[in-house]
């Protein structure tokens, strides 16, 4: 049973609120850095997708809100949190976390420093959150048209890649094995734009466009990514209508969701230009590569 330490939620809080002061949206995390509220449809005996329509707390990163009165909201639902986490891939900085693990026997920053030199992009300067067991965040921004996967030592060993969907712990935050912090004279920083040469090397590899889902599994994956757009706040909505286009051409399902797709993004507040030529970024950017290595 989580115990309550009320000056940590305070803490925990304060240190949210002062992120979303600066465009990043929060989430309070429990000690054990996952998402502090758990899902209100975890004893639904079916779940259907859900991202917060049913108007409740508890959907992880799509909880994630800059408004002070929401987080506040948050908070208060759950006064076992400790810490607080930040939603990657949103606007205004469509952050990207490189999380530079030092587990094992891997030295993650010199393969970090490698990478860098062997495909000639320098690491700007920028915000550096150090974890309580010696690893380090780097905070860059992406561009807002591109959505950045989650990764797990697909970079180089030790390097995790936080993106759409993912989260990275605040600095500030308490967790079972300590207190994340800033690193001395990055606290004040702005994440730094992600050098563009590290920024291909964060998108897949155009995956094949073999795989064809069975109809009913296409069905429901279509449902779920219709939903996603659908619960889009201001700010996200192109976001989301792109990273939801993106996932259906990967899977084969984009021509036959574009339409249901463009509807959604109509009722959120986009217009159908608007949205047509996003899913046809999505389309562009998921095709087949033309190059040969
Ligand atoms: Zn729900």
Not at 32 to 57: W, Y
Not at 80 to 109: E, F, M
Not at 126 to 137: A, E, I, K, N
Request: charged share 20%; with cysteine; glycine share 10%.
């Amino acid at each position: 049973m989580a115990t309550i330490d009320r000056r940590a939620t305070t803490l925990a809080l304060a240190h949210a609120l002062s992120a979303a002061e600066r465009g990043l949206a929060v989430i309070p995390l429990s000690r054990t850095k996952l998402p502090a509220l758990r899902s209100p449809h975890r004893d639904d005996p079916d779940p259907r997708p859900c991202h917060g329509e049913c108007g409740r707390f508890g959907h992880g990163v799509y909880d994630a809100s800059t408004e002070p009165l929401r987080i506040r909201e948050l908070f208060a639902a759950a006064p076992w949190a400790t810490g607080y986490g930040i939603a990657c891939g949103l606007h205004p900085h469509h952050l990207i976390g490189v999380d530079l693990d030092t587990k094992s026997d891997t030295d993650s920053s010199a393969a970090l420093r490698e990478l860098a030199l062997r495909h000639l992009f320098t690491i700007p300067d920028t915000v550096v959150v150090l974890t309580p067991s010696g690893g380090r965040h780097l905070w860059l921004s992406g561009p807002a048209d591109v959505v950045v996967p989650n990764s797990a030592s697909r970079l180089a060993p030790g390097i995790d890649i936080r993106g759409a969907g993912g989260y990275l712990v605040g600095p500030g935050s308490r967790t079972e094995h300590g207190v994340y912090g800033t690193a001395p004279g990055t606290s004040r920083l702005a994440p730094a734009p992600c050098p563009p040469e590290l920024l291909r090397l964060l998108l897949p590899a155009h995956t094949s466009r073999a795989r064809h889902p069975t109809s009913s599994a296409g069905e429901r994956q279509g449902q779920g990514l219709v939903q996603f757009v659908l619960a889009a706040h201001e700010g996200q909505r192109n976001t989301r209508l792109f990273w939801a286009a993106c996932r259906a051409y990967e899977n084969g399902i984009g021509p036959r969701l574009t339409a249901p797709l463009v509807r959604a993004a109509v009722r959120t507040g986009l217009t159908e230009r608007e949205a047509r030529s996003t899913i046809a970024s999505a389309a562009r950017m998921t095709a087949p590569s033309t190059r040969h290595p």
